[in-house]
């Protein structure tokens, strides 16, 4: 016999390999309402199969715990078994002698602190306060509610105008989402399930680009009414769209020289290509809208006079002032805040960075967007400093690793001290601290300063995104309720004590996503065609096709490929590249139809109008 | 056109056809359980799984369309095996004791079960902890729930009343009342279309025999039954009876073969309201700048009951007049019991109704005197008294037919067609034109528009120069458009009758059931047949009815006429109400 042997995967660990992988992704596409007193119990049921039974608390417990909560589920529980449980998850957490038991026992204690309610409803009445209302996941997570089973059926019947007219039904800017929208969709779609989740986007803009010349939507009787949106943003525009749609005279009030708020002034084109968004722009403009270009509600026309010459007023005017990080040397010559880059960019007065060394401090999105274009302004080099980890940052994974594609550095760990100043007052350096990674709060770990020396980054730019902010003093001056900056409504969008006010959009719920923002300008108009005493339909002509039938057998999700870096990285032209017509055919066909197959069929599945 | 190839049929069917229909077209009927035609077509039983040719997986008929060229297995070993363990599954958690269900031999779980032959099952049996009993007139035992879902789709889609809800996921999901805990707490109308399309014994209504019986044996009390008019549309349906067979003449002779002593026809106390509710019309019609309009008809309750709980607003509206059943009783335990000499406590009156709510009309505390002596004491449904006649071994086709007991045995044609949507109204409206015109008009003719099965329908007549502008809506969802319309003001009607139930009483809740089928339709033609045939045409024509007045009630809406015939609608609430 050897001494030693090389182990080697068998067949039987592929296997349980394989099964741990496939729940995984079954966790990952969890349906919201899921009652959480038996998912406790399932949950619970794994963590005990993994105990290797040595200890009590983990070997005995557990089992204990699950009988007391079936004993909840099947309606033999007293109240003082929810106590029970509590005191015997505690326990176990304290005295389990490695992590399997005990992070078991934390667990239960999360659900039943969290979930106490459920826990007695189903004692007191067996039943579970979670509705199971929509079973559509990525409808229900798409905040604008796109028709997304619907859309992809027309794409895989090659109808791809009518599947771009069903999108508009409810979200008006396909092309601008087809290219950037975050797409929660994709989050819990249920192929994951099989497989992966669907390219809900990537489809979405094949169909776009694939739509021709779109048909204009018909627009209803005038109403006479008239509507002042102020801001021309994707939110505004969206609303404006829908109201104008509706019968009603609508007018947009817009600060800047052009359309498109943050699509334009936030977001470099070589994400969003300009005449995308101005082609986009242009058919919304169809339904007729009046836009007054270069106005500054509050300062150019008073609030007053505005809500007195309209019926209703729909406030989105965004995020769009800069946030300082307060640290000595901001205001030196070469610090420049990502707004104020980018929306340099979107009016197309290019900066020059040719030779200059930059660093960018943020982790968002926009970090990644001003560094990107840093890039793609000519500079030498581009350092990106985060206090935190990586894959702490909030931007999109796929954002990251684009901008270290494109050449960026991501200096993490770094958290920003001073920004060093040359005699004349320009930018010498940035002064980072090393961070070391703390306890976790709100799922990401604290940065603390590490026990080392400053790093210094000599620099002739420093690109701050460390967020925006909103201007709405004008607004809370004329009476709006502000808190911290953002305009308060309601999640119908009205506004507390002013009769005729809505607000949405990233001024009511800080920097936020395009799709968000879309989705407050849909509701709004609802709202404000209720507020007048109409109840306008926003319906769709598209008939859909038969629903195939598909055996779903597990197959690869297809993925947008991006121009090679070094060809992409020296201009502002689009870096992603689009779903050829046999990729698009194939995803779409990857499709589950959670509309007709499941509880969809049965509630809330299609929404048809709204 | 496809055409598509089942059981190696071809068949050719429009486009958007479903397997089942196409099958159907083929001459090939493949099982369901959960399905009822436009419905619910959500494939939760998969019990009509098919084999489609090309595919792995096995498809639901019921709900997913036929492809041009598709070949079809209905009973392919894998379609075959696969509806088996469904049923077997469903039968693991269904309370399997047939012998003692309300269903059994009219159940279509048992039906799919023995035609597939299953004689054993493998699995454990997983039954439901029960509900504590309830005296509640809607009875659900969630032992024998399927989930097909059915009474959630007509409670929500066509009654609009969304009473059911699923509750609960995974192994726990379950149907239940949505908002409050219990039936009896909830705004219920009382309907029991949720009762005629539950597929097996889950849901059924309190059974009243039992206390029926024991008044009928019980030699101090006198025993006196109404049959409403649209029983007659019905029950010879368990019998293998038509309604030419199964008259109301017939089922008063079962009644008295059992041993009831009196047999009366509601279709009097319908002429009766008419007479009342026609008034009352009238009257309000002269003070058309003070009275809210429109009337709305009373007498179904489960519209009341409905009106109460969930458009308060228009309670006011509703006509004072009693339905039919509770003036029947009035009359039986003032006018009759003093003219038979009885004290009306030695009285035990009994309706045979084709509804729940009618159960729970006649506890109500405004239809009793002081002492809790009910002027009804006990309904029955349409299948309750089909029991009835089950249990004391009759065979009612045997029986020849028998007279109704006088003096309140006589009704009218227009008494007759209360029991379809639009007979109220045309009731009314041929006594309302008498009374306005002075004229008779052509009752085979002039009310046309009100029948049919259309949900919502709407008239205009010409009473002599006043225009009366009129609305039925059968069916609680109908209602709901109608009084949004109406509260919108959207429409302007000056007289509505409503009817809780699809199609009015003759698809009552508590009418026989036939599993997938929409009976009113083939049940309302018969009351209106009667009505041609019959020589009295008119309420107020009613010889019984007249001596009742010229006896005893004096005028329409008068003081004694109030006193027993009229009700206060606001004496009583439902559980929400404010």
Redesign the interface.
């Known amino acids: 016999m050897s001494r030693l042997s090389i182990i080697t995967q068998n067949s039987d660990q592929k296997t349980v390999e394989e099964l741990y992988k496939d729940l995984e992704r079954r966790i990952t596409a969890s349906q919201p309402g899921l009652c959480p007193v038996d998912l406790a119990a399932s949950f619970l049921h794994i963590c005990h199969s993994q105990s290797c039974g040595k200890c009590t608390p983990c070997r005995v417990g557990l089992g204990r715990l699950e009988d007391l909560i079936q004993q909840v589920l099947d309606g033999s529980a007293q109240e003082s078994t929810v106590d029970l449980i509590e005191q015997t998850a505690e326990s176990i957490f304290l005295t389990a002698d490695c992590a399997i038991g005990q992070e078991a026992a934390r667990m239960v204690l999360k659900d039943v602190r969290g979930f106490r309610d459920d826990y007695l409803e189903h004692i007191r009445h067996g039943r579970c306060k979670g509705l199971q209302n929509q079973p559509v996941p990525c409808v229900f997570q798409c905040p604008a509610g796109v028709d997304i089973p619907g859309y992809i059926s027309l794409i895989h019947e090659k109808r791809y105008a009518d599947a771009v007219r069903l999108i508009r039904k409810d979200n008006p800017f396909p092309a601008v989402c087809g290219l950037i929208c975050e797409h929660p969709c994709e989050v819990r779609c249920r192929r994951t399930m099989v497989d992966d989740a669907i390219n809900i986007r990537g489809l979405k803009r094949f169909a776009t680009e694939h739509e021709g010349k779109p048909k204009p939507f018909a627009r209803a009787e005038a109403t006479g009414k008239r509507i002042a949106v102020i801001g021309g943003g994707p939110s505004g525009l969206s609303a404006a769209f829908y109201l104008s749609l509706m019968g009603h005279d609508v007018t947009v009030f817009e600060q800047r020289k052009r359309l498109g708020g943050m699509l334009r002034y936030g977001i470099p084109a070589y994400r969003l290509p300009r005449e995308v968004l101005d082609s986009e722009i242009a058919f919304l403009r169809q339904t007729g809208f009046t836009v007054q270009t270069g106005v500054s509600v509050g300062k150019d026309k008073a609030i007053a006079d505005l809500r007195g010459e309209y019926d209703a007023l729909y406030i989105s005017i965004g995020a769009h002032t800069d946030r300082k990080i307060g640290i000595e040397g901001e205001d030196a010559k070469g610090v420049v805040s990502a707004v104020e880059l980018l929306r340099a960019i979107g009016d197309d007065e290019m900066p020059d960075y040719t030779g200059l060394d930059v660093v960018v401090i943020g982790g968002g999105n926009v970090a990644m967007d001003v560094a990107r274009s840093a890039v793609r302004l000519g500079a030498k080099s581009v350092k990106i400093a985060y206090r935190r980890r990586r894959k702490d940052m909030t931007a999109l994974p796929e954002e990251v690793e684009g901008a270290i594609a494109d050449g960026c550095e991501v200096m993490e760990m770094m958290a920003p001290v001073r920004i060093e100043t040359t005699p004349d007052g320009r930018v010498a350096a940035m002064i980072l601290q090393p961070q070391l990674a703390g306890l976790i709060k709100g799922g990401r770990p604290t940065p603390v300063p590490a026990h080392l020396p400053e790093v210094r980054v000599p620099c002739d730019k420093v690109l701050v995104a460390i967020g925006q902010g909103i201007d709405s003093r004008k607004f809370g001056e004329y009476g709006i309720p502000i808190v911290r900056g953002k305009i308060e409504a309601f999640d119908w969008s009205g506004v507390s004590g002013s009769e005729g006010i809505f607000a949405g959009g990233d001024c009511v719920t800080g920097p936020a996503t395009v799709i968000r923002a879309i989705a407050a300008g849909k509701v709004a108009a609802a709202n404000i065609d209720a507020y007048l005493g109409y109840n306008h339909e926003i319906t769709s002509d598209v008939t859909l096709p038969r629903i195939r039938f598909d055996d779903h057998e597990p197959r690869g999700r297809i993925n947008m490929k991006e121009r090679p870096a070094a060809e992409r990285k020296h201009d502002f032209r689009l870096m992603e590249c689009g779903m050829t017509e046999e990729e698009a055919l194939a995803e779409s066909s990857r499709c589950l139809h959670c509309d007709h197959f499941g509880y969809g069929i049965f509630k809330g599945g299609r929404i048809a109008k709204w | 056109m496809v055409t598509v190839t089942i059981d190696n049929k071809t068949v050719t069917v429009p486009?958007?056809t479903t397997i089942l229909d196409a099958a159907r077209a083929a001459g090939i009927r493949i099982p369901t359980l959960c399905y009822w035609k436009d419905l619910n077509?959500?494939?939760?039983c998969r019990v009509c799984v098919v084999e489609?040719e090309?595919?792995?997986?096995l498809?639901t008929a019921c709900?997913?369309?036929v492809?041009e060229g598709m070949v079809i297995h209905t009973n392919s070993a894998k379609a075959l095996d696969g509806r088996r363990t469904n049923v077997q599954l469903i039968l693991s958690e269904h309370n399997t004791s047939c012998t003692t269900c309300v269903r059994s031999g009219n159940c279509r779980l048992q039906d799919i079960a023995g035609d597939l032959n299953i004689l054993d099952n493998p699995y454990p049996l997983h039954l439901?902890?029960p509900k504590a009993p309830s005296d509640f007139p809607l009875i659900r035992d969630n032992q024998k729930c399927i989930k097909c879902?059915r009474c959630v789709q007509v409670c929500e889609k066509v009654q609009k009343t969304g009473i059911w809800d699923?509750?609960?996921?995974?192994?726990?999901t379950?149907v239940?009342v949505t908002g409050v805990?219990s039936l009896e707490d909830s705004d219920c109308a009382l309907c029991g279309q949720c009762i005629t399309h539950c597929p097996v014994g889950a849901l059924r209504e309190r059974d009243d025999t039992a206390e029926v019986l024991r008044a009928i044996h019980d030699p101090d009390i006198t025993t006196v039954v109404q049959i409403a008019p649209s029983v007659r549309a019905g029950w010879g349906e368990p019998f293998g009876l038509g309604p030419e067979t199964a008259t109301v003449k017939r089922l008063g002779a079962a009644l008295r073969t059992i041993g009831v002593d009196y047999v009366f026809d509601t279709d009097f106390s319908a002429d009766l309201t008419i007479v009342e509710e026609a008034s009352e019309l009238l009257e309000r019609l002269k003070h058309r700048d003070t009275e809210k309009f429109p009337m709305f008809t009373s007498c179904c309750p489960g519209w009341v009951r409905y009106c109460k709980g969930h458009f308060p607003q228009f309670v006011d509206q509703i006509s004072t007049s009693k339905s039919p059943q509770q003036m029947f009783g009035a009359m039986i335990k003032s006018y009759f019991a003093e003219k038979i000499g009885k004290d009306p406590k030695k009285i035990c009156s009994i309706s045979i109704m084709p509804c729940l709510a009618k159960k729970a009309e006649c506890a109500l505390p405004t239809m009793q005197d002081a002492e809790g002596n009910r002027d009804v004491d006990y309904v029955l449904t349409t299948r309750e008294v089909s029991r009835l006649i089950r249990m004391c071994h009759i065979v009612p086709g045997d029986l020849p037919e028998e007279e109704m007991d006088a003096p309140l045995g006589i009704g009218s044609g227009a008494g007759n067609i209360f029991g379809a949507s639009g007979g109220v109204m045309e009731a009314a409206l041929r006594t309302a034109y008498v009374k306005v015109t002075g004229e008779r008009p052509d009752p085979d003719h002039t009310f046309l528009a009100l029948r049919g099965m259309k949900g919502w329908k709407e008239a205009e007549f010409n009473l002599a120069g006043t225009k009366l502008k009129v609305a039925v809506a059968s069916g609680l969802g109908n209602a709901h458009d109608l009084l949004t319309a109406l509260e919108k003001g959207d429409v302007h009607y000056d007289f509505v009758e409503i009817m809780a139930c699809p199609g009015g009483c003759v698809g009552g809740g508590g009418q026989p059931i036939r599993d997938g089928a929409e009976m009113a339709p083939l049940r309302a033609p018969t009351l209106y047949r009667q009505d041609e045939a019959m020589k009295l045409r008119f309420s107020h024509e009613n010889p019984a009815v007249l001596a009742c007045y010229r006896d005893y009630l004096g005028e329409p809406l008068s003081e004694r006429a109030e006193e027993l015939l009229h009700t206060d609608q606001h004496g009583w609430k439902m559980p929400g109400e404010a």
């Open positions: 486009e958007s077509e959500i494939g939760a489609v090309g595919y792995d997986r498809f709900n997913n369309k492809d439901p902890k879902m699923v509750i609960n996921t995974g192994a726990q379950s239940d805990y």
